[in-house]
């Protein structure tokens, strides 16, 4: 039984692609910011999160200077920026269509176009880079990672050198992807469709230079075979946020459930936020069938979680939770890295899940119904055995510091497992960790 793919998708599985795994952002950043300066004709990035002073890796400068250097070159550079409403827009890693903003790309002579677009009180969440779109050679970039100074760390997560010590978001695992090939041409009319749309554009500050962008044009062809890879853009959209998608898009959710209930040998997730009833639902009863299951999130988890559980489907996925905690093959974990002054948790903002060595998913989505049914997120799946054993590979090496490539998926993952509940016990003792993985109780996270 192989992973199917979600009917409720509006793109089709397209064959013939090429999707590299980018795991931890100073990797993804260096790879983006090299193909953003070997552009020829347009560089646009869809923006969540962005901390304007963080540095790309290599010294290469802020997100703002990368963005000048490509417009120098006569380079189309195009920056959707999710509109804040609510407490977060008082938060240093957003930038509100307001003056203040106005003002800063004044100040710099910004000479490329940016537009706004809101979702009301939910995340525009989607975290896309589209390269020379339309071209031949057209590159996108899909996964989770923010522009914000910690995530700029490699795999070795060294103890950072700014912030205050372990600070929350200081030091983060993450996981993006790179991707050539017919499925771009998905990432490519997404974007289009969203900057066509963009709530704030006709309003004070909702667009700069103000008055001055202008819409784009339909994806008008499909880049050719890049590589053997069949992979799908799935995504989060609300229904009657734009009208090209009236009915809006929740297939990612859909993707999510079919692979749990599909998985024959193993099931490995890493999310910021693992609080979907119903994927856990289906989880449990993946429990029930003897397959092994390892969840990695952070230790450090976000506070506005806790303070969330009241509302009735936060707290039913709690229970949830606690259920799948029973099995003996079921593993919640998290990341740290012994320091002289104790351990510093390395924050996993991932989305990412690997299923049998088979299939994978790579993304913005929280495993949470907010991520299903508010914010915009997207999403990149892909069926290819070689591609998916090396992402699982890379990871498990990292994080539980051992070559799991001679073992084959379920062997890996019961030796991951083995060895995070080992480093619990080494934690007791306030002894070094092997790699970074430890195992967590799962009816005490995150509250």
């Not at 995530?151 to 060294?158: L, V």
């Not at 209930?261 to 003897?290: M, P, W």
């Not at 999130?297 to 229970?319: F, R, T």
């Not at 929280?366 to 090396?390: C, I, P």
Request: charged share 25%; with cysteine; hydrophobic share 40%.
């Amino acid at each position: 039984m192989g992973i199917p793919s979600p009917e409720s998708a509006f793109f089709p599985v397209r064959d013939n692609n090429a999707i590299s795994p980018l795991i931890d952002g100073g990797v993804a950043f260096d790879r983006i910011a090299s193909a953003i300066e070997a552009a020829t004709s347009s560089v646009w990035v869809c923006i969540a999160f962005l901390e304007p002073e963080a540095t790309f890796p290599n010294e290469r400068g802020t997100f703002f200077d990368i963005l000048d250097n490509a417009a120098d070159r006569g380079i189309d550079v195009r920056a959707l920026i999710w509109h804040p409403e609510g407490p977060s827009a008082e938060a240093k890693d957003t930038l509100c269509a307001d003056a203040a903003t106005a003002e800063m790309l004044s100040d710099r002579g910004t000479r490329w176009k940016l537009r706004w677009d809101a979702v009301g009180k939910n995340c525009q969440h989607q975290k896309v880079w589209i390269i020379d779109a339309g071209k031949p050679d057209e590159i996108a970039f899909v996964g989770g990672i923010n522009i914000t100074q910690g995530s700029m760390t490699d795999s070795s997560h060294e103890e950072p050198t700014f912030g205050e010590r372990n600070e929350r978001y200081s030091n983060i695992h993450d996981v993006h992807c790179e991707i050539q090939g017919p499925v771009t041409s998905d990432v490519h009319t997404n974007f289009v469709m969203r900057w066509n749309h963009a709530s704030e554009q006709n309003k004070p500050f909702g667009s700069w230079p103000e008055g001055g962008t202008d819409d784009l044009p339909e994806v008008a062809r499909i880049p050719g075979s890049r590589g053997s890879i069949r992979a799908q853009i799935t995504r989060s959209i609300l229904p009657g946020l734009y009208s090209d998608l009236p009915e809006g898009e929740n297939s990612v959710r859909q993707q999510y459930l079919e692979a749990f209930e599909a998985a024959q040998e193993y099931v490995y997730v890493e999310n910021q936020i693992f609080l979907s009833r119903a994927c856990l639902d289906v989880i449990h009863r993946t429990l029930e069938r003897g397959v092994p299951v390892l969840a990695l999130v952070p230790a450090d988890a976000m506070p506005e979680l806790a303070a969330a559980k009241a509302h009735p489907g936060i707290a039913a996925a709690y229970e949830a939770l606690a259920r799948c905690g029973e099995f003996p093959n079921f593993c919640l974990a998290a990341l740290a890295s012994l320091r002289t002054w104790g351990y510093e948790e390395i924050y996993v903002h991932s989305k990412t899940s690997i299923i049998d060595d088979e299939w994978a998913t790579i993304g913005s989505t929280n495993l949470v119904f907010s991520s299903f049914q508010g914010d915009t997120e997207m999403n990149v799946s892909f069926w290819h055995k070689q591609t998916a054993r090396s992402l699982r590979t890379r990871l498990f090496d990292e994080h539980g510091d051992f070559s799991s490539s001679e073992l084959d998926g379920r062997q890996a993952i019961e030796k991951l497992i083995e060895i995070a509940h080992k480093n619990t016990a080494k934690r007791g003792e306030r002894r070094s960790l092997q790699g970074f993985i430890y195992a967590i109780e799962p009816n005490s996270w995150a509250q």
